[in-house]
Nanobody
Framework: QVQLVESGGGLVQPGGSLRLSCVASGFTFSAYSMNWYRQPPGKERERVARIFSDGTTFYYLDSVKGRFTISRDNAKNTVYLQMNSLKPEDTAVYYC??????WGQGTQVTVSS
């Protein structure tokens, strides 16, 4: 059974940090590019970051460049999103996505004082 399970979301003050994790199972994780998407309240889902299967090529949404870092550990079937200097506009449900394969269930990130 193909599955992606996110964790690490929560409530954080502006300027704070969170690290999201997504553990994959049921498919060959190392062969797939992995993505983090987010969906703010009342808005469409948008891609935040992407990392290719070899871990050496990245994509970042302009608004998160310099603050967020995507990484992966193929030995642990896990992709991460380190989020620093968080802003209220980063508030969203964050989803893990294996390209053309599967979505996670999402984890809520709320940035508020």
């Amino acid at each position: 059974q193909v599955q992606l399970v996110e964790s690490g979301g929560g409530l954080v003050q502006p300027g704070g940090s969170l690290r999201l994790s997504c553990v994959a199972s049921g498919f060959t994780f190392s062969a797939y590019s992995m993505n983090w998407y987010r969906q703010p309240p009342g808005k469409e889902r948008e891609r935040v970051a992407r990392i290719f299967s070899d871990g050496t090529t990245f994509y970042y949404l302009d608004s998160v460049k310099g603050r967020f870092t995507i990484s992966r550990d193929n030995a642990k079937n896990t992709v991460y999103l380190q989020m620093n200097s968080l802003k209220p506009e980063d508030t969203a449900v964050y989803y893990c996505y294996a390209t053309n394969r599967a979505w996670g269930q999402g984890t809520q990130v709320t940035v508020s004082s």
